[in-house]
Nanobody
Framework: VQLQASGGGLVQTGGSLRLSCIVS????????VAWFRQAPGKQREDVSC????????YYRDSVEGRFTFTRDNPKNIVYLQMNNLNAEDTAVYFC?????????????????WGQGTLVTVSS
């Protein structure tokens, strides 16, 4: 299983970025998918998550209404559209998949990870 995240970069406060994660080696439809982030000196935290069962999507409170998670199962790609970015969103963003993970439990249970893509928001 391989995941390749991309789309990070430097953006000003209020700007937008779209992250992509290309997944290979699995049938994405059968897996839960999540975006996590890790800021310098902080623990990795979940940002958004999509389950494989009902397909419900979850967001952490601080990104609700600004970030949109989408998944294209036939193409094995997931996206994270990030709007109205602020300095607190600066972090390395990771995509992860797992066949049995539930959303909101934390990063330790997720089996497969991408390499991360850096998002820097300047004021």
């Amino acid at each position: 299983v391989q995941l390749q995240a991309s789309g990070g970069g430097l953006v000003q406060t209020g700007g937008s970025l779209r992250l992509s994660c290309i997944v290979s080696g699995i049938d994405l439809e059968r897996y839960a998918v999540a975006w996590f982030r890790q800021a310098p000196g902080k623990q990795r935290e979940d940002v958004s998550c999509s389950t494989h069962g009902d397909g419900a999507t979850y967001y952490r409170d601080s990104v609700e209404g600004r970030f949109t998670f989408t998944r294209d199962n036939p193409k094995n790609i997931v996206y994270l559209q990030m709007n109205n970015l602020n300095a607190e969103d600066t972090a390395v963003y990771f995509c992860a998949v797992d066949k049995y993970a539930a959303c909101g439990i934390g990063p330790s249970i997720w089996d497969y990870w991408g390499q991360g893509t850096l998002v820097t928001v300047s004021s």
